[in-house]
């Protein structure tokens, strides 16, 4: 539903937009619905001149747990996981104005590698990371294959995407994961404030400098891409439906 996702201008904060999760009765799960909903927003983001960076934020004690897995079980019992993911993540690499994150808790699969595609992540000192792509028979997603690396070195990679480990707030801040961390009351306004220090700032500068420091953005897509397609063999795997009807029975 629409009101899983809700999009707002800062009203304390000029030229802030917020996509805030909101389905905390599920951790913020990320269902085909809300993926639409945000990739709107960051599309939009970049169409208007009043929106100078976009914050994402979650509830407390939960940014997301990432993909909702009904859906990976549906596609894996012979459904399709749709096109949403996707376009979401081509929005999150394509949006042309800072991205900042605010996580309080939870933060699973997508929930913690699209953090690598933000340019300042702030973090609560009880939030968790972790991706359990392998123990979903799953691979990573949103070209952490490829950022993971580069940002954290291949074993602190290895031990996020392939081993499944959690980390703790100081163990990805001390991993390149994050910007800061805080005390959870301070999440959002610490972020919010982020933020609107870089909507201060010469818009044209900033863009150019955020650019440079992020690169190409096609050998990116190109690794979204790639493990999309490895992604979407391994849904249809027996050892993926065996990893969802045993997850859906907890």
């Not at 955020?210 to 891409?225: A, T, V």
Request: net charge negative; charged share 25%; hydrophobic share 50%.
């Amino acid at each position: 539903m629409s009101d899983h996702i809700v999009v707002e201008q800062s009203a304390d904060h000029p030229g802030v937009q917020i996509i805030r999760f909101n389905r905390p009765e599920k951790k913020n799960a990320i269902t085909r619905a809300m993926y639409v909903r945000m990739t709107e927003a960051l599309k939009a983001a970049n169409e208007d001149s009043a929106v100078r960076a976009t914050v994402f934020l979650g509830t407390e004690g939960a940014f997301s747990a990432g993909n909702d897995i009904a859906d990976f079980l549906a596609a894996a019992m012979g459904g399709s996981l749709g096109h949403e993911l996707l376009d979401f993540l081509y929005a999150l690499v394509n949006a042309e104005k800072p991205l900042i994150s605010g996580v309080d808790g939870l933060a699973i699969g997508i929930g913690t590698t699209m953090h690598m595609h933000c340019d300042l992540t702030i973090a609560s000192d009880r939030s968790q990371f972790r991706t359990p792509f392998v123990d979903l028979a799953l691979v990573p997603e949103a070209a952490s294959s490829l950022l993971a690396p580069r940002i954290m070195g291949h074993q602190r990679a290895f031990a996020l995407l392939a081993a499944g480990e959690a980390f703790s707030a100081g163990e990805a801040k001390d991993a390149g994961l994050l910007w800061k961390v805080c005390a959870a009351p301070d999440v959002e306004s610490l972020t919010l404030a982020a933020a609107a220090k870089l909507a201060a700032k010469p818009p044209e500068a900033l863009k150019i400098a955020r650019n440079l420091i992020r690169g190409d953005r096609g050998e990116i897509i190109e690794r979204i891409d790639d493990e999309a397609r490895h992604f979407a063999a391994q849904l249809k795997s027996a050892e993926a439906r065996a990893a969802f009807e045993a997850f859906m029975r907890r």
